[in-house]
């Protein structure tokens, strides 16, 4: 009974998709500027349900991290103006 060795052929590697570049923009921009980071993102998973891209985690963390941001910034603006329209109401006797 002969054995004989084990053939080793060669595999296709495994196909990989790009990341969408939309992904990644939305996950820099949710930091530097969040309106863009929410719009970025959208586009980001409207593309890859399209295309089938890689880069789904970082378009949702994206247009939820801009969502955050600039609700964040919106409570701090009216938060500013409360403080200044309060200081300025204050008459003198």
Known sequence: MS???AQYG??????Q??????AILAIIFAFVFPVLGIVFGV???????????????LATAG?????????????YIVVVVAIVASSGMQTAP
Request: aromatic content about 6%; cysteine-free; overall charge positive.
């Open 63 to 75: 247009m939820w991290l801009g969502i955050v941001f600039t609700v964040l910034t919106l409570v």
């Open 3 to 5: 054995q004989q060795p």
């Open 17 to 22: 998709r790009p990341t969408e570049t939309m």
């Open 43 to 57: 586009i980001g998973r409207k593309n890859i349900a399209r295309n089938g891209n890689n880069g789904r985690g």
């Open 10 to 15: 060669y595999q296709n590697a495994p196909v």
